[in-house]
């Protein structure tokens, strides 16, 4: 991936900065205090990985409450037949092991709640990251003489793409402030109004560049910012009334 393009990657560790969070394919807070995310079940490779996650929890939980089960049937032990203690052993433990998982997930169901604008545009920086991905495949697909592919607008669509950054980065500090106080009226104020300023040289583009490749990336990199304006704006009228 050429420099200019990589620069433009929305990182993990970016992430976790503009969002004070700790942010990968899978979770957002962490694994035991944050949420799973919506795109895991969009993506059969990494849905598989959040239902081995939940293995490898439930069997940490299922450990830890070993020493509870053995104290409530140690008073039960049969010389002659433990068959019944194994039984009572597995009934407490595996008990223990079911009401803590589902209390992790509803913990996590209403901890969405309040991320569910996080959850959101975290998924449109994945879209705008494939949108970076495609770009990618074009440049390489042009250096190795493909005469089918016609990328004359490169230099446009990376600043179409820098005004997408612009509006996630910005969309994403101004659900911070609203999640964490109140009181930055004026920052989010500056905040939406650069997001709706992006939109419109968004737009200005989309016109003069609809008919090759880079008019379709340009269409995607105009509903991501469209997207994360909607969201931001429900999320603001919201805290504003809270």
Same mark, same amino acid.
């Given at each position: 991936?050429?420099?200019?393009?990589?620069?433009?990657?929305? /990182?993990?560790?970016?992430?976790?900065?503009? /969002?004070?969070?700790?942010?990968?394919?899978?979770?957002?807070?962490?694994? $035991?205090?944050? *949420?799973?995310?919506?795109?895991? +079940?969009?993506?059969?490779?990494?849905?598989? =990985? +959040?239902?081995?996650?939940?293995?490898?929890?439930?069997?940490?939980?299922?450990?830890?409450?070993?020493?509870?089960?053995?104290?409530?049937?140690?008073? +039960?032990?049969?010389? *002659?037949?433990?068959?019944?203690?194994?039984?009572?052993?597995?009934?407490?433990?595996?008990?223990? /092991?079911?009401?803590?998982?589902?209390?992790?997930?509803?913990?996590?169901?209403?901890?969405?709640?309040?991320?569910?604008?996080?959850?959101?545009?975290?998924?449109? *920086?994945?879209?705008?990251?494939?949108?970076?991905?495609?770009?990618?495949?074009?440049?390489? $697909?042009?250096?190795?003489?493909? =005469?089918?592919?016609?990328?004359?607008?490169?230099?446009?669509?990376?600043?179409?793409?820098?005004?997408?950054?612009?509006? $996630? *980065?910005?969309?994403?500090?101004?659900?911070?402030?609203?999640?964490?106080?109140?009181?930055?009226? =004026?920052?989010?104020?500056?905040?939406?109004?650069?997001?709706?300023?992006?939109?419109?040289?968004?737009?200005?583009?989309?016109?003069?560049?609809?008919?090759?490749?880079?008019?379709?990336? $340009?269409?995607?990199?105009?509903?991501?910012?469209?997207?994360?304006?909607?969201?931001?704006?429900?999320?603001?009228?919201?805290?504003?009334? /809270?």
């Amino acid at each position: 991936m050429k420099p200019n393009l990589e620069d433009l990657k929305i /990182t993990e560790k970016e992430l976790e900065t503009l /969002t004070g969070l700790d942010v990968d394919d899978l979770f957002v807070g962490g694994v $035991l205090g944050g *949420v799973f995310r919506t795109s895991i +079940f969009q993506k059969p490779q990494q849905f598989i =990985s +959040f239902c081995i996650t939940e293995i490898i929890v439930a069997v940490l939980i299922f450990i830890l409450t070993i020493p509870i089960g053995l104290s409530v049937t140690r008073n +039960f032990v049969d010389g *002659v037949n433990q068959l019944p203690v194994i039984w009572q052993f597995l009934e407490v433990t595996l008990g223990i /092991t079911l009401i803590v998982l589902v209390a992790w997930h509803i913990y996590m169901w209403f901890r969405r709640k309040h991320l569910k604008t996080l959850l959101h545009l975290l998924n449109e *920086v994945d879209k705008y990251n494939e949108v970076i991905q495609a770009v990618d495949i074009l440049d390489r $697909l042009e250096a190795v003489g493909n =005469s089918q592919v016609s990328f004359i607008n490169r230099n446009e669509t990376l600043e179409a793409l820098r005004i997408t950054r612009d509006s $996630l *980065v910005s969309g994403l500090m101004t659900e911070k402030i609203l999640r964490e106080t109140r009181s930055s009226r =004026s920052r989010r104020y500056d905040l939406l109004t650069n997001i709706e300023n992006n939109l419109v040289n968004l737009r200005t583009l989309e016109v003069n560049n609809q008919a090759n490749e880079y008019g379709q990336l $340009l269409n995607e990199a105009l509903e991501i910012s469209l997207s994360v304006h909607q969201e931001v704006k429900k999320f603001s009228r919201f805290s504003s009334k /809270t």
